[in-house]
């Protein structure tokens, strides 16, 4: 009976995949014949509009430029998208001026930088990405999705997969961090969150996946700067999550503003169509960055006509901005420095996108004010907001248990960020209104009970630099100076903690002092707040620091003087909320540290999966002739995956299946983990993989898996990972993607350095 069950199962199951199959297709064949008929009365103008990506301005411009005569552009059908229009109605006029004003009424594609959270604003990417929690990453990009295209917006300039190294590059707080394996998980589960299963829904948005490509190696960390790697560096540890962005179905690319290998990225044909079309297989349409076409003029290769050419050529189908596709592709052909079938194909490739997302169906299908009036800003999003900012916190350092907090006696809370709106949303949140954020000092009000007395001083001002400063506050006031001294801030800050049992100082940067344009050479606490700290560790009292950041800063004498650390980096709308649960233990933090912390500047890179080379320094203690430094430790001063709890987890019994694997068998490997403290919390158990010899050499151990639980005060769970050959899999130097037989030491722990080790000898 099972037994047939089962096989009428298997006929329906395939039944209902060819039936899936053959409507894919005829799906795929419908948009063509309605591509065809439409581009076949298209002019030539008219094509080459629709690759034209325009920014009335208004909103908030990240380049030089904003785009004139938008609305004429738009009538003569000289526009294929808009981006920067913000609010239902205004993007429902400028629909209108498309459908009603255009000769053949093709509607435009709106979009916007959608990056942690549309108006309901959530943790910067990074700081999500210290949750490992794929499921919940996925949601928060779900709602972002929901919450867009109920205000008009159809595609999202987001994820941003970089893989960044250096603290220094400011937009390492857009990215999830260091690792490729994490790095990959996370770029899919965006994509799944904003795309759902159907474009066409009203509530879903197309996601574009940035910023193609290795974007977060710019030297020395300054912004845009150039990118130079191996072919091997670039496919094992750069290449990966933009790769997983696309296998999970993205319907459009970024291409970014830096060069690899001696060509910007915006005309660069290996990237473009080597490997992203003929290699990945690529299907949708790929925009340029902002202006990216026009800055390659600066790079040094020609003038916007060379240029516009040249990114065509190497695969371009979008002009962001710089309008250097509309004016010179035209006098291109006729030179025939371009031909009439890419500027077919690349406008082919923006009607189908309009196709699959249903403009031509309905080009008001996310316009629809009443669902704006419910859905944005709705309370159940803040609800999210709130738990998403719990799950990204990262406890450092908890001596004595000072954390969490009683619900009683008196706590001084210190520092520029702990009243404070301005800073909690931290870099692009373009259509978060910072006014709606919940302040450290109000969500602690929130949640006391009538036994605690809080006390609030500032402190500091978060930078006394008024250069500093006036760099912060383009995009509005985020560094304000005090009208009162340093010193009397900080004497006021004293004599609150006096009057405390503890103090809570919530101290770190401004939101614009990471971001784009936002690189830092100095990525310690500014001075300001470090005399604060002094001033505050010589009171005795227990010292909690709550810390916000866009990206990990060198802590060295802070992680000395601190009682305990909270990295809360920039937790959104709900900040205030959120820290607070987190203080007084209504939530127990299980966040881990996607990226090392460097002891000092001089360490960067600084990164888990280096390479061993041929002297490498044995523990962390200083010796010649081997790779090392005279002034610091080689090792970080928090490491990838590092995270602590209120609770303590213990590894055990690290075993595998077998020893002896062969060929293509998969095996298990498992560990038992306790929770041998006082609380119930979740762990982040992860599971790592080396390499010791291979015919190029191999980092030392790479990520290759990690699991969430859940244990209550004193349970044990077996936690199991699955291996096959995939997760040994390295580029060799023919750029072949393979695993080679012999020893693998496979490693299961609580953070990248904290592990249990098992070796196996897998043969072919
Ligand atoms: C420049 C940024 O690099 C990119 O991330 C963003 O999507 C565009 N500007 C559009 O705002």
New binding site residues.
Partial sequence: MIKKILIVAGIISTHFLHAQTRDAKSDSYRMKVYVDALMKKMTLDEKIGQLNLL?PGGG?A??AVVSSNVETKIKAGNVGGL??VIGVDKIRRAQELAVNGSRLHIPLIFGS?VIHGYKTTFPIPLGLSCSWDTVMIERSARIAGTEASADGLSWV?SP?VDIARDPRWGRIA?GAGEDTYLGSKVAAAMVRGYQGNDLSAKNTVMA?V??YALYGAAEAGRDYNTTDMSRIKMYEYYLPPYKAAVDAGAGSV?SS?NEVDGIPASANKFLMTDVLRKQWDFKGFVVT??TAINEMIEHGMGDLKTVSALALNAGIDMD?VGEGFLTTLKKSLTEKKVTLQQIETACRRILEAKYKLGLFDDPYRYCDSSRARKEVLSIDKRQSAREFAEHSFVLLKNNNQTLPLKKSGTIALIGPLANNKNNMLGT?A?SGDAQLSITVLDGIKNIIGSDVNILYAKGANISDDTSLAKKANVFGEKVDIDNRSPQELINEAVITANNADVIVAVIGEASEMSG?SASRSDIGLPTSQKELLKALSKTGKPLVLVIMSGRPLTLPWESEIATSILQVWFPGHEAGNAIADVLFGNYNPSGKTTISFPRNVGQIPIYYNHKNTGRPLKGDVWQKFRSDYLDVANSPLYPFGFGLSYTTFSYEDVRVSTNNPKGNQSITATAKVTNTGKYAGEEVVQLYISDPVASVTRSVKDLRGFKKIMLQRGESKDVTFTITTEDLKFYNTGLHHVWEPGEFIIQIGTNSQDVKSVKLNWTK
């Fill in positions: 920014n908030v990240t380049g981006f920067g930088d300039f941003m857009e574009c940035k910023h970024m503003f960055d902002y962001m692009w373009v784009e």
